[in-house]
């Protein structure tokens, strides 16, 4: 899937150092700067977002001749960059961060520009857009008429999310999901600061005749209005001394994505919340230079440290952090059940095949309670925690739950895999789980038996044995 992400891209800086002076002269302080980093913003910030996630991505924007955009090529070398003339000097923006403290910040070429002229080969990638975002950062890219007209052509047949600017320009009608933070989303609709943000949803969502518009709330979450359906809060966990550059940014990013891979705006919402929150917690914009969060190994994980009974009440938050990190960088969450006493070579052929299917295998496992009301109060043969523990050990799994219920609905219900794995003689309609799996956008697939491998058969020999 190739996404294609348009609107204005800015050259942004950051300096970071320490005081501990004023400076001779004047009353004000004097910094040491300790490090210097620079990376594409606006557009480009989206578009390397989703390059560092995997993602095949261009860039449709106008760049100008100077040093600064030299330097934004520089940034955006996983990117493919369709750009006309900007005729306007490249917008840079200098954070300023003085003792892990924001400092300040210098804008250069940050004026109201001339509206620049989309050129034919920008038009055409547009038409061939696969996936669309704009990123409108008000410099007049998203006023010209040819552009407008192609993205709402486009976004008859693919998704089109626009990310909004105070001082840009209306989205398009034919935008599927429309992205403006509280105070964005305020001024647009004209509505007091303290109205509900369902009411500005609604009334954005009627003017600009997109299909939906989710208002961003940052701690407070986001609320999405779509079609004529009751407005959706979705809540997210609060991350302290979050820096919120780039947040949305990220959200609309993953929204793009999980709406292009399911048609769901409601689950794009939910998952775009959750990776912007997972984004801030793995330090935002200045850890975007850093690889993306890989599973842990098996020896990192709770099933293998410490005391085994600290393994299922820990387990579902690791759990958690992985999934959301994975789904940050647009990737497949796999999960699959079962009680897995006596580990055998069946077991781990399934499980293998599982997590060929995605990005991450999450395994759940009945408890010992759970286990003993389905097989008897003979099983199981291994308590739960050794039996988390071995599974952990396996290089295809990623992360161990334990649940309580006979069923693994619950379970499945707060992980909300993409894809539920069973293993086993069942046909996938046939299971109870695969209805509550669908209703998110996922999909259930079952893996062959393999013959001759079972616990029971091994608890028997063994007991021939004894």
């Not at 407070?220 to 001394?241: K, M």
């Not at 709406?259 to 929150?277: C, H, P």
């Not at 893996?447 to 044995?465: I, Q």
């Amino acid at each position: 899937m190739r996404i294609t992400v348009v609107g204005d891209t800015l050259l942004d800086e950051d300096l970071v150092g320490s005081s501990s002076r004023l400076c001779p002269d004047a009353p004000v302080p004097v910094v040491d700067v300790t490090a210097r980093s620079r990376r594409a913003g606006g557009a480009g910030l989206v578009a390397t977002m989703l390059a560092a996630d995997g993602h095949e991505v261009e860039l449709v924007t106008v760049l100008s001749d100077d040093d600064a955009a030299g330097s934004l090529r520089e940034c955006l070398q996983s990117v493919r960059v369709v750009a006309g003339p900007s005729g306007a000097p490249t917008p840079v923006k200098t954070r300023l961060r003085c003792n892990g403290e924001p400092f300040g910040r210098l804008d250069e070429g940050c004026d109201p520009a001339p509206v620049p002229r989309a050129t034919d080969d920008m038009l055409a990638a547009v038409s061939e857009a696969e996936v669309l975002i704009v990123a409108d950062y008000g410099r007049g890219l998203l006023a010209g008429r040819s552009l407008r007209k192609a993205l709402e052509r486009r976004a008859a047949d693919v998704p089109l999310i626009w990310d909004p600017h105070p001082r840009g320009t209306p989205p398009v009608p034919a935008a599927w999901l429309v992205t403006p933070n509280a105070d964005e989303a305020s001024a647009a609709a004209g509505l007091p600061e303290q109205s509900d943000a369902a009411d500005i949803a609604g009334a954005l969502r009627a003017r600009w005749g997109s299909r939906a518009v989710v208002v961003t709330l940052g701690e407070a979450g986001a609320v999405l209005q779509e079609g004529t359906a009751p407005p959706l809060r979705v809540g997210v966990d609060s991350v302290a001394g979050a820096d919120p550059c780039g947040a949305g940014d990220r959200f609309a990013a993953t929204a793009a994505v999980v709406l292009a891979r399911t048609g769901d705006v409601a689950l794009a919402v939910q998952e775009a919340a959750s990776a912007a929150g997972a984004y801030l917690a793995a330090g935002g914009v200045g850890a975007l230079a850093s690889p993306p969060p890989a599973p842990a190994r098996p020896e990192e994980r709770d099933a293998r440290s410490g005391a085994a009974d600290d393994v299922p009440a820990s387990a579902f938050g690791d759990a958690r952090e992985l999934i959301s990190a994975v789904r940050a960088r647009g990737g497949t969450v796999v999960a699959t059940g079962g009680c897995f006493d006596l580990l055998h070579a069946g077991h781990v052929r399934t499980l293998q095949a599982a997590r060929d299917l995605g990005d991450c295998l999450i395994v759940c496992v009945n408890s010992d309670d759970s286990v003993r009301r389905l097989k008897g109060s003979a099983r199981p043969l291994i308590g739960e925690h050794d039996r988390a523990e071995l599974l952990g050990a396996l290089g295809c799994v990623d992360a161990v739950i334990v649940f309580e219920e006979d069923s693994p609905e619950d379970v499945i219900g707060r992980i909300r895999p993409d894809v539920w794995v069973k293993g086993g003689d069942y046909s996938a309609a046939a299971l109870p789980e695969t209805k509550l799996v669908q209703s998110w956008g996922g999909r259930t697939v079952t893996l062959p038996f393999h013959l001759g491998r079972s616990t029971t058969a091994l608890a028997a020999r063994l007991a021939d044995v004894i």
